[in-house]
């Protein structure tokens, strides 16, 4: 999926919207096949860019996989936790959102605000 400049100066509100609302150390936006297409992340948190969209992406397929072998369903999102940090890849249609952070407490409105971001992606996609 090629992104044009259009498409770029339609889905950075939502980029921003995500930025500014959720407390996160990286964020990538991938395509839906895995290619990446943006990424950035805080200057300490020590990740790869392309390290970081390479794993998504497994995860990704990994999981559409799964959940349409056992429900028959299409993934909406893979939420991972450790003790001192998390991941969300969250679908949204032709992209796919990945965030990072540190902070376990912030995890849920991380998850929220990322849910509010990929509904608005969609539409942007649909028109």
């Known amino acids: 999926m ?15 919207f995500i930025t500014s ?3 996160i150390e990286a964020i990538a ?16 948190y020590q990740v790869d860019g392309d390290q970081f969209c390479g794993l998504a992406s497994a995860l990704l397929m ?11 369903e299409d993934l909406s999102e893979i939420i991972l936790r450790a003790e001192d940090g998390y991941i ?21 409105k991380t998850v929220k605000v990322m849910r509010v971001a990929a509904k ?3 539409k942007i996609f649909e028109e």
């Open 29 to 44: 936006l991938v395509s839906s096949e895995g290619y990446q297409i943006a990424f950035s992340a805080l200057p300490q």
């Open 88 to 108: 969300v890849i969250t679908n949204a249609g032709k992209l796919v959102i990945v965030c990072a952070g540190t902070e376990i407490d912030t995890m849920m």
């Open 120 to 122: 608005n992606l969609i």
């Open 62 to 72: 990994t999981g559409r996989s799964t959940i349409q072998q056992l429900f028959q």
């Open 21 to 23: 609302n959720a407390e």
């Open 2 to 16: 090629g992104i044009t400049n259009d498409d770029i100066e339609k889905i950075s509100p939502e980029i921003t």
